[in-house]
């Protein structure tokens, strides 16, 4: 089982939202048994909370469901998970730093929008203090991004329906 976690700051807004996309995909395609994901934040302000009402609203315009709660990056999903993958460069060498003090320096942190080709490095921008509009931006982000991950990880895996 192929295992990945989607990271942003709180937990509350994009990487929620990726992981239903990704969730909603896998099983669109008849491979849910052979992924196993999850999302977290690298702060501790929303542990415990729901998705922010916008992440929820969005997904449910798109026919997808949230169901998680916020937690916070932990010493054990560095082990866990074979993909972590951060919304922007601040969460990945936040995911970095604890990456080498928990000892897993060789665990690569991936960006979110370095699986589309010509968006490299580019951030997965925080729709926190924005419109629904952000959220709906978002969206199309990560549903392009997971698309091309999706692509990328089955042909590396060899995994198909």
């Not at 929303?46 to 997808?64: T, V």
């Not at 082990?79 to 730093?97: E, G, H, W």
């Not at 419109?131 to 990328?152: A, C, P, R, V, Y």
Request: charged fraction near 25%; aromatic fraction near 10%; hydrophobic fraction near 35%.
């Amino acid at each position: 089982m192929i295992k990945v976690l989607f990271v942003c700051l709180g937990n509350i807004c994009r990487s929620p939202l990726a992981e239903a996309i990704f969730n909603h995909k896998v099983q669109a395609m008849g491979l849910s048994r052979k992924f196993k994901s999850d999302s977290a934040g690298t702060s501790d302000y929303h542990i415990g909370e729901l998705p922010d009402e916008r992440s929820i609203q969005c997904a449910q315009r798109k026919g997808l469901k949230i169901s998680h709660r916020g937690r916070q990056v932990n010493r054990t999903d560095f082990r866990d998970f074979d993909y972590i993958i951060a919304m922007d460069d601040s969460n990945q060498k936040n995911l970095q730093t604890l990456r080498d003090k928990y000892k897993f320096a060789g665990k690569e942190i991936y960006l979110m929008r370095d699986f589309v080709p010509g968006c490299e490095g580019l951030p997965v921008p925080d729709p926190y203090y924005g419109g629904e509009e952000g959220f709906d931006e978002i969206f199309q982000i990560l549903d392009e991004s997971i698309n091309n991950f999706l692509t990328k990880i089955q042909e590396a895996h060899q995994l198909y329906a």
